[in-house]
């Protein structure tokens, strides 16, 4: 075989499965939001498996975060897990977050940030339950339209 000649590529061996995009998503906005002066905040879904959050601060099963460096420590921002120490009410708390249960991130003061929608592999939200078909009007036989004059 000649040196300048291509090799053919390997076969691809089927889909390739990445990782979520949300992690790293989070620490860019994290990372903007903190370049820009701003406070950063997280929205969870308090109800995901494996939050530990102070329950007393849930509302309609969410709760927002101040993630900014000055309301926090050691806040890690990890693949899986976001972990940080706050103090709620005077009390100092650990807080863990599966990554999954983020709904958005966002800068307090001006709302600018990120939603994020569900995750391939998340729970799948039920579909809505279908609606009842309304009556058809009676008197009206099916088939042909039916024209009248109006004058």
Known sequence: M????EKPDPAPA???????????????????IEDNS????ILVNA???????????????????NINAAAVRSLQLGNEWIEFSA???????TVRIPVSA????????????????EEQGD?????PPSAPQPDKPAG???????LKIVK
Do not use: C
């Open 47 to 65: 109800g995901s498996p494996g939050v530990e959050v102070p329950k007393q601060h849930v509302q309609d099963g969410r709760i927002v975060l």
């Open 123 to 127: 729970e799948p939200t039920p579909p």
């Open 38 to 41: 701003l406070t950063p905040h």
């Open 2 to 5: 000649d040196a300048f000649q």
């Open 87 to 93: 103090r709620f009410g005077g009390i100092a708390r």
């Open 14 to 32: 089927g889909p390739a499965t990445m990782t979520s995009t949300r992690p790293y998503l989070i620490r860019a906005l994290y990372e903007w």
């Open 102 to 117: 983020v709904l958005a991130i966002y800068a307090r003061e001006n709302g600018q940030g990120m939603a994020f929608g």
């Open 140 to 146: 009206r036989p099916e088939g042909r339209p039916t």
